[in-house]
């Protein structure tokens, strides 16, 4: 079993979205006049390697985002312009040898914009595209081009296998519904045989000030109270199965970690 942490780069963004934080981007008086400050929201997939089969956790954003995110106006809001050629999904799959037919599954931590951006490359491969039921129903549902965050140009068309619970895909590999960000937001637990536990939280938990505790939520949120009772419960199994826990959009935590092509987690 391998897992490789593939590093996107990052949008640009004012960290107002993804913290809420007394003294952090909420301001007493006293510091009225300080600029707002501005975030490397970053951004990263996840490939799985086991005997079994294969997935892919999260598809990032795509190169055209100037261009596709124009009906929703996020491209002024989070402009994807930290990332260089060989960071996009494509190249960081070619540069692990990976094609995007020998994926046995593509899976969605929720449909965004930023995570679903390049799931279209995996169209007609055979690739297994899942995501959670509510997320599905929600995507696929809404009128019009957009609806905050989600954008049907990036997955309308397509055919989504769903999951609903807790569900192991793979061997050692558990999706867990963490609804509140989205409906149907998903984080993924690994069970490694050397390096241990590993959760991916998605967007569940943006970075590790949000994680606290106390957990400090975001801008977008769909359901608060949700939203909290899936930290708690990423928490507590976290703690139960002493797991590295690893956040959707932390720029410090994700300079930390061993990245693709060279570094991996057995
Ligand atoms: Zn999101």
């Known amino acids: 079993m391998k897992l ?65 995110w124009i009906p929703t106006g996020l491209q002024e809001f989070f402009p994807y312009d930290q990332v260089s050629d060989e960071q996009y999904l494509d190249a960081q799959l070619g540069r692990l040898g990976v094609s995007p037919d020998s994926l046995d599954y593509v899976v969605l931590s929720h449909l965004h914009f930023d995570h679903a951006g390049n799931v279209r490359m995996f169209a007609g491969t055979g690739a297994r595209l899942v995501c959670n039921d509510k997320e599905k129903e929600f995507a696929f549902g809404y009128e019009g081009a957009f609806d905050g965050a989600h954008l049907k140009a990036d997955y309308e068309g397509l055919d989504f296998q ?48 949000s994680y606290g505790p106390p957990a400090t939520p975001a801008a977008i949120v769909n359901d608060l109270t949700a939203w909290y009772a899936s930290v708690e419960k990423i928490r507590s199994i976290a703690e139960r199965s002493d797991a590295t826990v690893i956040f959707g959009h932390d720029a410090e935590q994700l300079r930390s970690l061993r990245t693709a092509p060279d570094g991996f987690y057995q």
């Open 4 to 68: 490789h942490v593939l590093d996107c780069g990052a949008m640009s963004c004012d960290l107002t979205w993804l913290l809420l934080k007394p003294g952090r981007t909420i301001r007493p008086r006293a510091e009225r006049d300080r600029p707002v400050e501005w975030y490397p929201c970053t951004t990263h997939a996840v490939l799985v390697e086991t005997d079994e089969g294969s997935l892919l956790w999260d598809t990032s954003c795509p190169r055209d985002w100037e261009t596709r």
């Open 162 to 209: 769903t999951v609903s619970g807790d569900t192991e895909i793979l061997p050692g590999v558990t999706l867990i519904e963490a609804p509140g960000h989205t409906v149907g937001t998903m984080a993924m637990k690994v069970d490694l045989p050397e390096t241990g536990t590993m959760i991916f939280t998605s967007d569940a938990v943006y970075m590790g000030d």
